[in-house]
């Protein structure tokens, strides 16, 4: 999660699926906040109640469904695959120039929605025209387009909709390769020891901070942490208040 310049990986191993545990949040949430952005891919185990938020999909697995069969069908994939190229550019652009959320919208209502306009009626033309068998990899690839057609352009109509879910994926390799290495865990108590572990290198690895250096830090310093936690977060820490 995002507070203020700052980037906080939150890690917690359990037995319930994704959309449970954001439920589980959601119900935390004090009232009166405006619903939260939510991005994921289309599968059923991250759904919560979607009353309570505004779903994003992730357009890099829309994309996804056309790069895996372009080998079959060069030419189809290729309108797909360029036109969601250049929504991605615009969004970079955006970022490079750090625009706020509602200058960002308007770019992207300006630049990408005729883009995203013209390819959502190309997709339609394939099937009207019957160009494409519905039930075949393309035909499928088509629909999973349309049928999250809404939920995969939230960048057109809400500010600071996200297009993907890569920053989140990536963050989420860390933790699965740690699980692989401890073979799982043995009791949920140790499982809870390493997400808090992984939440603290993973938090520091987009702070620019040595996470070796700052858990040993924590150690060797415990008692100034628990007397101002705020003074040793990884971005506020500095090796210097650590040295001996």
Known sequence: MQVGAHTICLYDSGRDHAGENLQSLLLQRQAGLDKPLVMSDALSRNEADENELIRCHCLAHGRRQFSDIEDVFPLECQVVLDVIKQVFDPDDEAREQELDPEARLAYHQSFSGPLMDGLKQW????????????????GKAIS???????????????PGAPLDNNLVERALKLFIRQR?????????????????????????????????????????????????????????????????
Not at 125 to 138: A, F, H, I, T, Y
Not at 144 to 158: D, E, P, V
Not at 200 to 223: F, K, P, S
Request: aromatic share 12%.
């Open 123 to 138: 997709l339609q033309k394939q099937l009207d025209d019957r160009l494409v068998e519905p039930n075949s990899s393309l």
């Open 144 to 158: 999973y387009l349309q049928t999250y057609w809404t939920t995969l352009t939230r960048f057109l109509s809400i």
């Open 180 to 244: 692989k290495n401890s073979l799982f865990f043995r009791t949920e108590h140790s499982a809870y020891i390493a997400s808090v572990l992984t939440s603290l290198m993973a938090t520091c690895l987009y702070a620019g901070v040595n996470a070796l250096d700052y858990l040993v830090a924590l150690q060797e310093h415990r008692r100034e942490v628990v007397a101002d936690p705020a003074a040793w977060l990884p971005w506020s820490y500095a090796p210097s208040r650590a040295s001996p």
